[in-house]
């Protein structure tokens, strides 16, 4: 018997078109199917959103909160669960029957009717209770005194012989059951079917596609507005330098955009709202950099400004495509801040808003609509931020200080893509504006996004480097061949020597989990993994001057930035109640009492600290602002460190005195790499970068004296978090790629959220108007 669905909220089987679906056991039984397909949980969980409201539309995202709640899910799931439904639904001579349309970009919709099946063992018992009543003289004979007590013992009697058979049977039954456990039933051989009746064919399809497959590096990628083709800059073994290719987000040949001279290098392609042109720059000998425009059929270039001697160049065409808008520009044209130069004059006009002292506004972009320019400040500890189109007061997106791998608007102006460095990868996220909600956008190793502006393909980088750990002697400040230390597949960074010249510590996710290692490099035996904290792969760790400790910045389990005491040797793990907000980076100021802490305030200003930890709280004893990166020199015992508005290197005395702050260098390290130095014997600083011909260089920074420049390694790059120097000069310990390349990968995003706009998110998107 059939009843209507919503008559039997309980109801275990369930009538779906010409199928019967059993939600106790996930079956699903279709007709001619010589066996029940048994449903994932997942797809059971789809279905029971869509009979709910046969012949609704439920929408992808109604689906996601009900299946897959407090969960990041990637579109393919919810394909691959509709998939299972619609092949259960289909007899084995016959497929594709019309149970489950697809909604395009919206959702999916049940297109047969649904009903309850009543119970089988309900339907008996009224049946027998319709023939108990319905039989002659059930209850019109009046039985006399003997015949009632016959009738009632007879009763009685057989109540306990049916009992007694039944305690018997149930006595023989778990005989028989426990016989038939001591020999184990044949299984049949697996023939590759899996649960959902599909066999396996091969590895799941990814979400994306790439369209470079060669050796080398293909990156930034910028596409047509109307997504069908994408330029991109690629290095070439044949040439030393990059140019700029455009191909279509097929696989088809890609093609030059324009001629590079020989000796330079183009990069940063950028599409223009129309598709007719692509703005580049050109990087030549003696820093010199120029912007220029080409058609992007190809053919001519033309001038467009000068950038020499810059680096983190950025920029974006205006909304009209009559303008260049440029982020704040380091060199020769150095300017801070942001601005727009219209093409035709050349007339530069900085946007009216306001701009930190010591803050790089990095990659600014208008939304599709025009109405707002979201940029990343600080890029090397960088946040997404938000300005009227027209200037005023800029707003601030993120607060995680983190490394920003490039990032992209959404056509619908309220979402943005970006890159952002985890652990030992990068991946990309969504992010909701109006909401500030992340969504996990589910690629590996993918940074550098790029959206179309009239479509939704996303083309992005996709980057699976492989970094080991390797010794390099040094002999009168030349580099030797490097020597890999502890060789693993995984992905092994930041190798910090202790002052003792023995013990090492390096984070890696060579155990499947990111995390901290420790070895005695005297008994390679004694490698291991350091349990109880996060590491951060923003900074690396540093050592106490007895070797016993280690300062390591981390995150506690709610994210929040921490700093770790940790005693390897012991592996004991003490959180440090360090008194400021947002800690990044902490060292031993000489000893074990002082310690040196380098953090960002609630005004998102970055700050050198020197704290007396013997007190609680601790006390602050001195500051110095604006510093990105510090290191201790116990030889010379002086504070070195790196600013965030400008490349180069400062030291000031172990007290922070305002009045002993002097320049080292002026150039050196870049505003990027301020990361890649260490310090090494006699005060000096060694320092790793690269060139065309070079993929790793060393050189020494010492003040007074000229720098040699020496290649490291040719073909192998090292990674730009941080390495050590060896106490008495002999040797470098540092990360060089041992597998690297880079590709251009390119999908379709799925559907942006429709916009719910709650109180909460309603204000938060009204703060910025």
């Known amino acids: 018997m059939i009843s209507p669905l919503n008559a039997s909220p309980s109801a275990d089987v369930i009538r779906i078109g010409e199928c019967t679906v059993t939600l106790s056991s996930r079956e699903v039984t279709a007709p001619g199917a010589r066996r029940p397909r048994r449903l994932t949980p997942k797809a059971l969980g789809v279905l029971k959103a869509l009979m709910r409201a046969p012949g609704a539309v439920v929408t992808r995202d109604e689906l996601f909160a009900e299946v897959w709640p407090d969960t990041l899910p990637t579109n393919d799931v919810l394909t691959q669960a509709v998939t299972q439904l619609r092949k259960a639904f289909s007899s084995d001579d016959e497929a594709g029957t019309p149970y489950i349309e697809t909604i395009a970009k919206t959702g999916y919709r049940l297109l047969v009717p649904v009903s309850a099946v009543e119970e089988p063992a309900a339907e008996a018992e009224a049946s027998i209770e319709r023939e108990d009543a319905a039989a002659p003289g059930a209850r019109s004979a009046v039985p006399g005194p003997a015949t009632g007590s016959l009738r009632s013992r007879w009763r009685r009697m057989r109540r306990y012989v049916l009992l007694a058979l039944g305690v018997g049977m149930m006595i023989a039954l778990l005989v028989l059951t426990a016989l038939l456990l001591q020999r184990p039933a044949p299984v049949a051989a697996s023939s590759g079917v899996l649960e959902d009746g599909s066999r396996v064919i091969g590895s799941p399809q990814r979400p994306y596609r790439l369209i470079t497959a060669t050796a080398g590096f293909e990156t930034y990628p910028t596409l047509s507005p109307d997504g069908s083709q994408v330029a991109y800059e690629a290095d070439s073994s044949a040439r030393q330098g990059s140019t700029i290719k455009v191909q279509t987000s097929g696989n088809a040949p890609a093609r030059l955009l324009a001629d590079t001279p020989q000796g330079y290098s183009d990069r940063f392609p ?41 680096e983190l160049l950025s920029f974006d065409w205006t909304p009209d495509g009559r303008g260049l808008l440029f982020g704040s520009l380091a060199g020769r044209y150095a300017h801070r801040g942001i601005r727009v130069l219209d093409i035709a004059s050349g007339r530069w006009t900085p946007l009216d808003y306001q701009v930190a002292e010591d803050s790089f506004d990095y990659a600014p972009r208008y939304s599709p609509d025009g109405r707002w320019i979201v940029f990343v400040r600080n890029p090397q500890i960088g946040d997404l931020w938000r300005l009227p189109a027209t200037g005023g007061v800029p707003e601030q997106l993120t607060a995680d200080s983190a490394e920003i791998r490039g990032w992209a608007w959404r056509s619908d102006s309220r979402h943005i893509v970006f890159g952002r460095r985890v652990d030992s990868e990068s991946r990309l996220y969504e992010l909701d504006i109006p909401t500030r909600t992340l969504r996990d956008v589910g690629i590996d190793d993918a940074q550098s996004p790029a959206v179309s502006r009239n479509s939704e393909m996303l083309a992005f980088v996709h980057r699976k480097a492989q970094f080991g750990l390797f010794r390099v002697p040094l002999k009168d400040g030349r580099p030797g061949e490097p020597e890999r230390l502890f060789a693993s597949n995984g992905r092994d960074g930041q190798p910090m020597l202790a002052p003792d010249g023995r013990q090492l510590v390096f984070t890696s996710d060579r155990s499947g989990n990111y995390g901290l290692w420790w070895a005695d490099l005297t008994r390679p035996e004694s490698l291991r993994p350091v349990d109880g904290l996060r590491p951060e792969t923003r900074q690396a760790a540093d050592w106490s001057p007895d070797s016993t400790h280690l300062l390591v910045s981390g995150r506690d389990p709610q994210a929040n930035p921490v700093i770790y005491e940790v005693s390897p040797r012991d592996e004991q793990v003490v959180a440090l109640p360090v008194p400021v907000a947002q800690p990044l980076q902490a060292l031993y100021a000489g000893d074990a009492d002082h310690l040196l802490v380098v953090d960002r305030d609630a005004h998102e200003r970055m700050r050198l600290s020197l704290f007396d930890r013997r007190a609680s709280p601790w006390t602050l004893l001195a500051s110095i602002d604006g510093v990105s990166q510090a290191r201790f020199d116990p030889a010379t015992r002086r504070v070195l460190f790196t600013r965030l508005s400008a490349g180069g290197l400062w030291s000031a005395d172990a007290r922070l005195s305002a009045d002993s702050i002097q320049q080292l260098s002026d150039d050196r390290p870049t505003r990027w790499r301020y990361r890649t130095w260490a310090v090494a014997r006699n005060g000096s600083v060694d320092y790793l970068s690269n060139r065309a011909d070079c993929a790793t260089l060393f050189s020494r920074i010492s003040a007074g004296s000229p720098s040699v420049e020496h290649c490291l390694d040719a073909e192998r790059l090292s990674a730009g978090n941080g390495f050590s120097a060896q106490a008495d000069g002999s040797a470098l310990y540092v990360a060089l790629a041992v597998a690297d390349g880079a590709d251009i990968g390119v999908m379709e995003l799925p559907e942006a959220p429709a916009p719910v706009f709650s109180a909460i998110s309603n204000a938060l998107f009204m703060k910025g108007k």
Not at 273 to 297: K, M, W
């Open 270 to 310: 950028n599409w223009s709202p129309n598709g007719r042109d692509i703005a580049f720059a050109r990087f030549g000998p003696d820093a010199g950099c120029e912007v220029l425009i080409a058609s992007a059929t190809g053919g001519a270039v033309r001038h467009v400004t000068r950038c020499d001697g810059t």
